[in-house]
């Protein structure tokens, strides 16, 4: 940062006993000029970017020579090659933020410790569209769901050479049809957002910045417990080291919020990384520095574009950070399990919602909007309903009691499936929820929809919890998630999202 003008001398009175011989005129000195601020340049929101690709902690202003020693050091990719029709520039910045699977130095005791066995599926892990406002005062970071229901167009394909046409795939799936071009093209024909920059992180980086760190606290209301990750969480504040920070962003079968809570789960994640790195002062020690360096650089990935100049412009606008200018929202997902031919079950989005949302982006909008009270009535629950879903059985002779039921709770938010049957019994008195063992909580905060119900346990069932529609149902009862970081997929901003 150049150094201001001094302040000029405040003259002093002259003695007037003897009078001074004249002194020569000099003409004034120069006051130092601030050089202009480029406006081209990513200023700090483009920090909320490069924190989670570690690329950030290599621009603490420590000097020019080490920071182009660093963008030497970063690997490349061209993930715009040849591109053609792609989408109109609109106002800001956008960088596709791409996690991926890649666990090849990853030793062989954390793939124990962490269950990080079995061979990577080379694709996208996480996804993320980071906007940066052009006058560099807001960051909105976007989550693209890893089981989104896409269409890849035309191309060829990195393993075999073989030349495709356009088809369905689930979206983290053409990272490894076709790697970074691919995903890029993807992304950008379902958002019609232009992709200014990519980046790209494996576990390995994740975990060695997470460590340099000195840990990550995350809250929790509940306890999270996933057999799958091996994450154990009581409920209360800890502090995560790598390997289970990458624990804590990598569970899916928490609860029945699936990838959902997931993703909600990862932008928490985010933005207590960057205060962390915000408030330890890591970017302004040498030596922190340099051990952050060498701690990561040989796991990210980054565009031709993101070099020296964008790094450095990033280190002279980190002291304006706060987490309160950080955003974060999910794609707007329109109907769970969306079975495809060939591919499985996929999340299909909300095309009038993530429209909307994307030209926000284009735009330059925020997404943010005040926060608004719950109705007095509703019941709080653990997950919330938007993230459970239900298969409604009617078990009575009534006909249309299932149908009534299923509207009812897809009014309340719960993601039904809309095709309601009937039970083989049509005795049922008592509605009766059948879930897996794994879901409880998902049971639990159905079950505080339709009060009187019978909780019944089933092993292997999965996420789709089962009502089976009792006499005894009259309508549905409103409820509303008790933490707010496993609510719906909705705006939050950093301050909201970080430990007390």
């Not at 390997?243 to 919020?257: F, N, W």
Request: charged fraction near 25%.
């Amino acid at each position: 940062m150049p150094t201001p003008p001094r302040s000029p001398a405040r003259p002093q009175p002259r003695p007037q006993s003897r009078p001074q011989p004249p002194r020569s005129r000099r003409p004034p000195e120069r006051s130092t000029v601030r050089p202009p601020v480029r406006r081209k340049k990513p200023r700090w929101a483009m920090r909320v970017v490069t924190t989670i690709s570690v690329v950030v902690l290599a621009s603490a202003g420590i000097g020019h020579a080490v920071v182009t020693s660093l963008g030497e050091g970063i690997a490349r990719v061209d993930p715009f090659k040849d591109m053609k029709n792609r989408p109109a520039a609109g106002h800001g910045m956008n960088v596709l933020l791409v996690g991926t699977d890649g666990r090849d130095k990853i030793t062989e005791e954390e793939r124990r410790k962490y269950r990080l066995g079995g061979a990577p599926c080379h694709c996208t892990d996480t996804m993320m569209i980071v906007h940066i406002a052009a006058d560099r005062d807001r960051a909105t970071i976007v989550s693209l769901p890893r089981d989104s229901y896409a269409e890849v167009p035309a191309h060829t394909d990195q393993t075999t050479g073989a030349e495709h046409g356009s088809h369905p795939i689930k979206l983290n799936a053409a990272y490894a049809e076709g790697g970074p071009q691919l995903t890029v093209r993807t992304v950008e024909n379902m958002t019609h957002v232009k992709v200014d920059h990519y980046l790209e992180v494996d576990f390995a980086s994740f975990m060695q910045t997470v460590d340099v760190l000195g840990g990550v606290n995350i809250c929790t209301a509940q306890p999270l417990k996933d057999s799958y990750t091996g994450l154990d969480l009581t409920a209360g504040t800890h502090t995560l080291n790598g390997g289970q920070a990458l624990q804590y962003v990598r569970s899916r079968h928490v609860d029945g919020a699936s990838d959902l809570g997931r993703m909600q789960r990862q932008q928490r994640f985010l933005a207590a990384l960057i205060e962390r790195a915000t408030s330890s002062g890591v970017l302004l020690n040498p030596m922190k520095f340099r051990d952050v360096t060498r701690a990561v650089l040989g796991s990210v990935r980054a565009d031709q574009g993101f070099g020296t100049d964008e790094l450095l412009d990033l280190g002279r606008a980190m002291r304006n950070f706060s987490p309160s200018s950080s955003e974060f929202t999910t794609v707007p997902i329109g109907q769970m399990a969306y079975a495809v031919k060939g591919i499985g079950s996929t999340l299909k989005w909300d095309e009038n919602k993530a429209t909307a949302l994307f030209q926000s982006l284009r735009d330059d909008k925020p997404l943010a909007a005040p926060h608004r009270a719950a109705p007095a009535k509703t019941v709080r629950v653990e997950v919330a309903p938007q993230q459970i879903q239900v298969q409604v059985e009617n078990g009575t002779p009534t006909d249309g009691l299932g149908k009534r039921m299923d509207s009812a709770l897809a009014a309340t938010g719960f993601h039904t499936t809309g095709r309601p049957v009937n039970a083989q019994d049509r005795t049922t008195q008592h509605s009766v929820i059948v879930y897996d063992p794994r879901w409880d909580r998902s049971a639990k905060s159905l079950a505080a929809a339709l009060p009187g119900s019978e909780l019944r346990e089933v092993k292997g069932r999965g996420p789709l919890l089962k009502v089976i529609a009792g006499s005894d149902f009259k309508q549905v009862t409103r409820v509303r998630v008790q933490d707010p970081y496993q609510a719906e997929a909705r705006v939050v901003t950093g301050d909201q999202v970080v430990c007390p």
